[in-house]
């Protein structure tokens, strides 16, 4: 079992900059991958970017060059540093990490981007 908290959601003007965390506990020496995904009101969750235990990272089209996913192993946690949000980042964020197989969700966090 692990459980994931994120943190670190608000309220930021386009253009702006946030940090969202995600702290791991349980099993967290057998984590194989973790990630971010949102989810907008009516739109399905969808991968934002994803970690593997070994630092190789992948991410969507529309955030490349925006956003950086990393992993503090000795802390169990994950950062998603989000710069030059835009509106269309609005969106519940949701930590993500893939055990034996079996996949672990946070409680979300939300990001809104408006001015």
């Known amino acids: 079992q692990v459980q994931l908290v994120e943190s670190g959601g608000g309220l930021v003007q386009p253009g702006g900059s946030l940090r969202l965390s995600c702290a791991a506990s349980g099993s967290v020496s057998s984590i194989a991958v973790m990630g971010w995904y949102r989810q907008a009101p009516g739109n399905q969750r969808d991968m934002v970017a994803l970690?593997?235990?070994?630092?190789?990272?992948n991410y969507i089209d529309s955030v490349k060059g925006r956003f950086t996913i990393s992993r503090d192993n000795a802390k169990n946690m994950v950062y998603l540093q989000m710069n030059s949000l835009k509106a269309e980042d609005t969106a519940v964020y949701y930590c993500?990490?893939?055990?034996?197989?079996?996949?672990?969700w946070g409680q979300g966090t939300q990001v809104t981007v408006s001015s």
């Open positions: 970690i593997v235990s070994a630092g190789g990272t």
């Open positions: 993500h990490a893939v055990v034996r197989g079996s996949t672990y």
